[in-house]
């Protein structure tokens, strides 16, 4: 992934992110995108470094009775990369999280 450029699919991902959206299945339901095309992005988007990911710990997992999380948290490099991505892409602007307003989590 060139310094410069992000996919449209790239630069949605990082707006969910910075939105508040944290995880895979957040990411997929709130941007629409597939698992097929999320969980590669992701993974690019840590190799550029715009992304950092932790697991969350196995017992919080465990109390809700489902898999651990990957939770994914914007860089510094990735928010400047997300706001060169809004000036070249305008339907980014439109997706901006009004203030205050918290993430709506989909799933448990």
Known sequence: MGKNYLSFSAAVILQALDNGYQ???DIMD????????????????????????KWEKHSIAQEEARPPRKYYELTRDGKEALEEARK???????AQ????EKPKTSRA
Request: proline share 8%; charged share 25%; aromatic share 14%.
């Open 88 to 94: 070249r892409y305008r339907l980014l602007e439109q």
């Open 23 to 25: 995880y895979g299945f």
């Open 97 to 100: 999280p009004q203030k205050n």
């Open 30 to 53: 709130v941007t629409g995108l597939p698992s097929g095309t999320v969980y590669p992005a992701l993974r690019r988007l840590e190799e550029a470094l715009y992304v950092k990911s």
